[in-house]
């Protein structure tokens, strides 16, 4: 697909999901769910380019691909969520968006803010940590310079009955960070 794209759903009601599909040009939701990538069956998955994501009327965007690691280098801005269901998405743009960003839905996935770079965040809005029961899941600040974050973290660790699975926050890399939020 190229020039701009506007996925127009009432909330929570439509549903697009990218499998093959290299956007070129500005995204919009205006409602409803854009996933990125399909199941972890056959784990394919589409693009977004580099333009940016504009999102409103609570839009969810969803990325739930197989590869070793996805990045998402488009500046995410809105009134949206972010969901990460499985495997390593690295966030390079700076992002504003104000609704949650939740990690780990689907299974072992780790969302990374930056790539030792000096750019990459996760919005504005609560982050939600959850392992799944067979799998652990992080959220790592990998930032070359300095980051403030105003965001609350939510930690939720579960258990298979056997196996406690981990919820993790890590700060990594050379760069400095600073939690404001209590």
Same mark, same amino acid.
């Given at each position: 697909?190229?020039?701009?794209?506007?996925?127009?759903?009432?909330?929570? #009601?439509?549903?697009?999901?990218?499998?093959?599909?290299?956007?070129?040009?500005?995204?919009? !939701?205006?409602?409803?769910?854009?996933?990125?990538?399909?199941?972890? +069956?056959?784990?394919?998955?589409?693009? !977004?380019?580099?333009?940016?994501?504009?999102?409103?009327?609570? /839009?969810? !965007? +969803? +990325?739930?691909?197989?590869?070793?690691?996805?990045?998402?280098?488009?500046? #995410?801005?809105?009134?949206?969520?972010?969901?990460?269901?499985?495997?390593?998405?690295? !966030?390079?743009?700076?992002?504003?968006?104000?609704?949650?960003?939740?990690?780990?839905?689907?299974?072992?996935?780790?969302?990374?803010?930056?790539?030792?770079?000096?750019?990459?965040?996760?919005?504005?809005?609560?982050?939600? #940590?959850?392992? /799944?029961?067979?799998?652990?899941?992080?959220?790592?600040?990998?930032?070359?310079?300095?980051?403030?974050?105003?965001?609350?973290? #939510?930690?939720?660790?579960?258990?298979?009955? +056997?196996?406690?699975?981990? /919820?993790?926050?890590?700060?990594?890399?050379?760069?400095?960070?600073?939690?404001? /939020?209590?």
């Amino acid at each position: 697909l190229s020039n701009a794209v506007t996925f127009n759903s009432a909330a929570s #009601i439509g549903n697009l999901t990218l499998t093959t599909n290299n956007f070129v040009g500005n995204i919009s !939701l205006n409602g409803g769910t854009l996933t990125l990538g399909s199941d972890v +069956v056959s784990g394919t998955s589409g693009s !977004l380019g580099r333009s940016p994501i504009a999102m409103s009327n609570q /839009a969810t !965007l +969803v +990325v739930n691909v197989l590869e070793t690691f996805r990045v998402l280098p488009n500046s #995410i801005t809105g009134d949206g969520s972010l969901y990460v269901y499985q495997n390593n998405l690295y !966030l390079t743009g700076n992002n504003t968006y104000s609704g949650i960003t939740y990690v780990g839905v689907g299974g072992a996935a780790v969302l990374n803010l930056g790539a030792d770079s000096f750019s990459g965040s996760a919005g504005t809005g609560d982050i939600t #940590i959850s392992s /799944a029961t067979n799998a652990d899941s992080q959220v790592r600040v990998h930032r070359a310079d300095w980051l403030t974050m105003g965001n609350n973290i #939510i930690l939720q660790p579960s258990t298979d009955g +056997v196996t406690a699975r981990n /919820a993790d926050f890590v700060k990594e890399g050379i760069g400095n960070l600073t939690l404001t /939020a209590y």
